[in-house]
């Protein structure tokens, strides 16, 4: 069976620092991987998603995940952390092909906080 | 384009008053819906999917029940509310044979007091 591990349930950064957010899935074959946002109270939104295209993967916001089946690992990074980007991220995983029912296995999040 | 929209955005119940959410998708035609349930420091929960009119999945054993009567309408109701009941709803759709890619509401806030 498919999982998703988060490394980190919070995660605190300075404004302009490095971001680093930790995941790891574990599947038999590549799945197609996501990362979402949310906000307080509010959905969740699609940051980016691999699906078995280029191994590195830029999405919104400046943020960018690289695919390294060799660690199953989909860690995200942002170069310089701002104050809007606290929030909570999950990482997911899809089978391949998306399955009929196109159910998602998501991470248990992670918080992310910028100081000033 | 597309959009999905839920309501109420917050709703505080008794114990043992009735639940109804419901959530309407635009712009597409015969998507999968979801219900997933966000408790505090739970991550998220799977409670439901539906892949068409009438076909609903349950994930989790509980006294919340969904029903889709209309193509792109998703209804998440009890009949009793448990205290254990309070927390993040968000409905989601997702294209048939895709990526996986889900695209959430903006949720709705349930408190049962």
């Known amino acids: 069976a498919q999982s998703v591990t988060q490394l980190g349930s919070h995660v605190s950064v300075s404004e302009g620092a490095l971001v680093l957010l930790r995941c790891n899935y574990s599947?038999?074959?590549?799945?197609?991987l996501f990362w979402y946002v949310q906000y307080p109270n509010q959905g969740l939104q699609l940051l980016l998603k691999?699906?078995?295209?280029?191994?590195l993967v830029k999405g919104i916001n400046g943020f960018e995940a690289e695919f390294k089946k060799s660690e199953t690992s989909f860690h995200l990074t942002k170069p310089s952390a701002h104050m809007s980007d606290a929030a909570e991220y999950f990482c997911?995983?899809?089978?391949?092909?998306?399955?009929?029912?196109?159910?998602?296995?998501f991470g248990k999040g992670t918080k992310l906080s910028v100081k000033p | 384009s597309q959009t999905i929209h839920q309501w109420p955005a917050t709703l505080v119940q008794p114990v043992g008053s009735p639940l109804s959410l419901e959530c309407t998708v635009e712009?597409?035609?015969?998507?999968?819906l979801y219900w997933y349930r966000q408790a505090a420091g739970r991550g998220l929960q799977l409670l439901f999917y539906?892949?068409?009119?009438?076909?609903i999945s349950s994930e989790v054993p509980q006294n919340l029940s969904a029903s889709r009567p209309q193509d792109r309408q998703f209804i998440l109701s009890s009949k009793k509310l448990l205290l254990s009941d309070s927390g993040f709803y968000l409905c989601?759709?997702?294209?048939?044979?895709?990526?996986?890619?889900?695209?959430f509401g903006e949720g709705s806030r349930l408190t049962v007091l």
């Open positions: 599947s038999s074959v590549p799945p197609y």
């Open positions: 989601a759709w997702s294209r048939y044979t895709n990526t996986g890619e889900l695209f």
């Open positions: 712009g597409t035609s015969n998507p999968n």
């Open positions: 691999y699906t078995s295209a280029a191994t």
């Open positions: 997911a995983v899809s089978p391949v092909g998306g399955g009929s029912q196109g159910n998602l296995i």
């Open positions: 539906s892949v068409g009119i009438g076909q």
